[in-house]
């Protein structure tokens, strides 16, 4: 379920962010889910390992399933944002409460087939999806995208929530831990300071400095005591497992969440053509994720992390070459193939390797920092290119009827090109940083 909504959300947004007239926002609707979400990843973490994963868990579900209602029913971009905000909290929860279920439910020869198996769960979603949601969204209106979900979700629900109170409970000598107050409070610093450092960079004014510097006073020493030692030094073994994470997810989903937009507005496609060139991508990788599950490749684990980053960034590279209408559009979706394989075998590997150096008693806190890494390079990353998107003029497109017809362009290529070519070129470093992966000897 959280699968469709992440690529059903993906198709339907430039249509939504141009109805509620917010494409000057258009970045926020994806960022504002991560920054919520970097608080709820601390505190589920800490609630993890003091009550199990189950109570983060279903709260978590409960805050997604009212944040898609939020977005769904909203008659502005900003109630619009909000939702998506409500929902990044609900995510954050569920995430690393799952991560914690594979740590304490399943023996660690089994581990990789379980990151295999999340992988492949957005298989389907990957295929049906766009066409559905690009479906519902020309026929019913965008708005339905997001009001069906929490609906679904139930029937999952109920079968999940029995087994789990089986087999991942909390261990017996959480009793005595208790929530860390300065943790969480570093979370909120570090939510805000992201929120702050967004605002800025979409007022490009001379006074947004003020918020700016506000944001990154916040943001930079949350940031350091949240994620391990050396995270940011890219010290081996567990920090640079950390910090791999960060470059995969956010330069992948900073490109990922321009390509809709980059397909409706400068090639002229519909949404459900748009959304559907992506969907190669969850196919190959779940691929990806199948192959580094192979037991004779678990000692190339570094090596298939790497590997992964180049095809991560040849793909990202190679999606601008669209602007250029000589170049047909499908070759954004052959591209994201090569991604999505890559990023198959990055994330799982990187999962595979954390709960590896992790013992139980320190799994959801180890989880949370991987997720915050996560969403903390998506929330930067993706705010990033909005604000150069918008400084460059992107802001001003505006997806319609006619151009989809008329296969018309509105300007402004260069603001889409803006936003790939540094995102590859992170991914690339982030290929140069893998062999630090594993600790000396």
């Not at 059903?8 to 960022?31: E, K, N, Q």
Request: glycine content about 12%.
């Amino acid at each position: 379920m959280i699968a469709f909504e992440a690529t059903a959300v993906g198709t339907a947004m430039p249509i939504a962010a141009r109805d509620l007239h917010g494409l000057g926002l258009y970045a926020f609707a994806f960022s504002g889910y991560f920054t919520t979400s970097l608080l709820a990843m601390v505190v589920s973490g800490q609630w993890c390992d003091r009550s199990g994963p189950l109570p983060p868990l279903a709260g978590g579900i409960a805050g997604f399933a009212a944040g898609l209602v939020i977005s769904g029913t909203a008659h502005s971009m900003s109630l619009f944002v909000l939702g998506r905000a409500v929902q990044g909290l609900g995510g954050g929860l569920v995430i690393v409460a799952l991560y914690v279920v594979v740590g304490r439910a399943y023996p660690e020869r089994l581990r990789p087939s379980v990151m295999a198996a999340f992988a492949a769960s957005w298989v389907v979603p990957s295929i049906v999806g766009p066409l559905v949601s690009g479906t519902v969204t020309e026929q019913l209106g965008w708005r339905w995208v997001f009001l069906a979900i929490p609906v679904l979700v139930v029937l999952p629900l109920a079968v999940m929530l029995p087994a789990l109170r089986r087999t991942a409970h909390a261990p017996a000598d959480t009793g005595a831990q208790r929530m860390d107050g300065r943790r969480i409070w570093l979370a909120v610093a570090l939510a805000v300071g992201a929120v702050l450092l967004q605002y800025a960079g979409q007022d490009l004014r001379p006074v947004s400095v003020v918020p700016a510097v506000v944001g990154a006073v916040l943001l930079v020493p949350a940031a350091l005591r949240l994620l391990p030692a050396g995270t940011f030094r890219a010290v081996r073994g567990l920090p640079t497992v950390i910090l791999m994470r960060g470059i995969a997810a956010g330069t992948f989903l900073a490109a990922e969440s321009f390509i809709p937009l980059m397909l409706v507005t400068q090639r002229g496609l519909s949404a459900t053509l748009a959304g559907l060139s992506l969907a190669g991508g969850g196919l190959t990788w779940a691929l990806g994720s199948y192959v580094q599950a192979r037991p004779r490749l678990e000692p190339l684990r570094g090596r298939l992390v790497q590997a992964g980053m180049v095809m991560s960034a040849a793909a990202i590279a190679a999606v601008p070459l669209a602007l250029d209408h000589a170049v047909p559009p499908a070759v954004v979706a052959v591209a994201w193939c090569v991604g999505g394989l890559g990023m198959g075998l990055v994330i799982s590997s990187l999962s595979v390797l954390l709960l590896k150096v992790s013992p139980p008693s320190d799994a959801g806190a180890n989880s949370a920092a991987l997720q915050v890494s996560d969403s903390l390079a998506n929330v930067l990353l993706v705010a990033a290119a909005g604000t150069v998107f918008t400084a460059l003029g992107g802001g001003s497109v505006a997806p319609s009827a006619v151009s989809a017809a008329a296969g018309a362009s509105h300007g402004h290529p260069a603001a889409f090109a803006a936003v790939f070519l540094p995102a590859a070129a992170l991914a690339l470093l982030g290929a140069l940083v893998a062999p630090r992966l594993h600790p000396r000897g």
